[in-house]
């Protein structure tokens, strides 16, 4: 196929990465822990981990779960925000021969236990801040092994470093809990879990590059939560190709170790690629950022700290550039600005570069791409309007409804290829086959154009999934879920534009009880869905629009907003 893109790629960045160079993600760690040993791999709420401590740590506690029975290929949960205890978990799953199983820690019950019943998870790693949500599920799953982390876990381990104030008083952001240790079930704090671990040798499975690596959930094209499989392989190769994307630019910064901020979760593939993987390739220092919605903690955390490299959403990058305090901090050292998980605005990408003097370069991807699948070149000046063109290794194909390839110009849907293409959903070969064509491209679902420098700009969506600060949210679960609410008859969600996340969740009802409110509706809303899936608006109407097969017409909802 054409790929009018290799004329355009920027001055040090080769057309293709050789994704074999290693068996495994576990290979690539190895190398890179021993490698960076001695450097800070995390700073967080006042304390830092080295390289060498996350090797350590990680290894031990690899150890105590195989000690506990875990075999190779079990998947193991883990339910937290950015904290170092993150790090060390996916480092030991991986190590151990495991999968790893992200999951978002705001998770209601509802959406916890469809996550771990369908990955058939055996062990989870959580922060006993959200314990109290997996005590309602647990016994309906299959985890036998909870490893129950603290905000302040590791930093004993920490010579020499203050642990924050704020620390000691956490306790007091923990609901009560009491998680059932019936059927042979285990409850282990995670301190004692890795010092255990450090008494018990690390049996290292011989792993490939088809193993799998981490399931990934994901609404996909449909709505249908499933995990998105992937592969050693998958992962391996999009660390080499962000890696040979940002490094000419990274190397400027000279000799001194690079900082990344870690504010996007690491639950979400964007971050655990870019900022943790990624970031460990290069040696680089993620500061941990638990809550960037607490801008002030946030901006505190980023005073007298020199950061290089700045991933975020753009409802992230507008709130912290419309902060006079943010405002005042020093952009010196900052090279890369990438935005990726919803289109970055151009009032955004503007006020940005006023602020820092760096463009925010705009990327794309999708949990089945591992995700990194276009992004802009780093030497742009100012906002694109474009994803940018494909990272090495990689085809993207235009194509239409029938498969063919469009013209440049022409609008289609965007296909990708490459070898950070998911394997498939975990166990849905019926939704695999939907997503995958005969030739190895991945159906993205989403409408672009690729112009004759192999530039992309999307255009629209091809399926109804709406996007909310970077958070896929699929109209299908929204009406299943609330059309089970006894006083609803019928209803339909859609993405309605909104100037602080991109989109926002509007809701259409016909009621079944007409004494049912709107406040009744957001409270359960606010029972059954994370916040960024629960409906902003809710409208009630008499009826719906529907098709001549009684199929509710989504389009006709969204035309009326």
């Not at 000690?67 to 950015?82: I, K, S, W």
């Not at 399931?215 to 080499?240: C, D, E, F, M, P």
């Not at 820092?356 to 990327?363: D, R």
């Not at 005969?438 to 690729?450: A, H, L």
């Amino acid at each position: 196929m054409d790929r009018p893109w290799l004329n355009h790629y920027p001055p040090g960045v080769a057309p293709a990465i050789n994704s074999s160079s290693y068996a495994s993600l576990v290979d690539l760690l190895d190398e890179s822990f021993t490698r960076h040993a001695g450097r800070p791999a995390a700073v967080c709420l006042g304390a830092q981990m080295r390289f060498g401590e996350l090797d350590d740590y990680s290894q031990a506690l690899a150890a105590w779960m195989q000690a506990r029975g875990l075999a190779r290929g079990d998947r193991v949960a883990v339910m937290m925000p950015n904290l170092p205890q993150y790090m060390v978990a996916i480092a030991a799953i991986l190590r151990a021969g495991l999968v790893v199983v992200n999951v978002n820690p705001l998770y209601t019950p509802r959406e916890l236990e469809h996550q771990l019943k369908d990955s058939g998870a055996r062990a989870i790693v959580i922060l006993e801040n959200f314990a109290s949500t997996l005590e309602e599920v647990i016994d309906r799953t299959d985890v036998q092994h909870v490893v129950l982390a603290a905000m302040g876990d590791l930093m004993g381990f920490w010579k020499g470093q203050l642990v924050n104030f704020a620390v000691r008083h956490l306790k007091k952001m923990v609901p009560e809990f009491r998680l059932p240790l019936d059927a042979g079930r285990s409850v282990t704090r995670f301190n004692w879990a890795v010092a255990e671990g450090t008494r018990l040798t690390l049996k290292r499975p011989t792993l490939g590059p088809d193993d799998v690596a981490f399931l990934q959930y994901t609404g996909g094209t449909t709505g249908i939560s499933k995990g998105a499989t992937l592969l050693h392989r998958n992962v391996v190769a999009n660390i080499l190709q962000t890696e040979a994307w940002f490094k000419p630019v990274l190397d400027q910064v000279g000799d001194r170790q690079l900082t990344v901020v870690c504010a996007l979760p690491l639950y979400h593939i964007f971050a655990l690629t870019i900022c943790y993987m990624m970031g460990a390739r290069l040696g680089m220092l993620n500061l941990l950022i638990p809550n960037p919605r607490d801008l002030p903690g946030f901006i505190k955390a980023l005073q007298g700290r020199r950061v290089n490299m700045f991933p975020a959403v753009n409802t992230l990058f507008n709130a912290l550039a419309h902060d006079p305090d943010f405002a005042r901090l020093d952009f010196s050292g900052l090279v890369v600005s990438n935005g990726g998980g919803m289109a970055v605005q151009k009032a955004t990408a503007d006020q940005w570069r006023k602020v820092t003097g760096c463009s925010i370069v705009e990327g794309y991807g999708l949990s089945e791409t591992s995700p990194v699948a276009t992004t802009n070149r780093l030497d742009i000046d100012g906002y694109t309007g474009t994803i940018g063109m494909p990272v090495p290794s990689t085809d993207i194909a235009i194509r239409d409804d029938d498969g063919r390839d469009v013209p440049i110009g022409t609008a289609g849907e965007i296909c990708i290829r490459g070898p950070q293409v998911m394997a498939g959903y975990w166990n849905r070969p019926d939704e695999t086959a939907k997503v995958m064509t005969p030739d190895g491209f991945f159906k993205s679902g989403d409408v672009g154009i690729m112009d004759e420098q192999g530039q992309i700009r999307i255009v629209d969506r091809k399926k109804d999934m709406i996007l909310v600060s970077g958070f896929n949210v699929y109209p299908n679960e929204i009406e299943q879920v609330v059309s089970q609410h006894p006083g609803v008859l019928e209803c339909a969600a859609v993405g309605v534009p909104d100037a602080k996340s991109g989109e926002a969740v509007k809701l259409f009802v016909v009621r079944k009880d007409v004494t049912l409110s709107e406040d009744d509706l957001a409270s359960y809303c606010r029972e059954n869905f994370t916040a960024y899936k629960r409906p902003k608006y809710i409208e009630f109407r008499e009826d719906l629009p529907k098709s001549n097969v009684g199929k509710i017409l989504r389009r006709e909802l969204r035309s009326t907003t």
